[in-house]
């Protein structure tokens, strides 16, 4: 149990972060990569994911 309520701790505190931002989890479709924005989010740093989009 208190590891389920850890977990949930540590949820909502993402959450009231994006809130705070003005932010929300990017959707992206079932077995994709994941959003775009993940895409720039690793390239900004000069970075590439490994493998084919």
Do not use: M, N, V
């Amino acid at each position: 149990k208190d590891e389920i309520e850890h977990a949930w701790l540590w949820c909502d505190r993402l959450i009231a972060g994006w809130r705070l931002q003005g932010e929300a989890p990017k959707p992206y479709a079932a077995g994709s990569w994941g959003p775009l924005a993940s895409i720039a989010l690793i390239t900004r740093d000069g970075k590439s994911w490994y493998g084919d989009f």
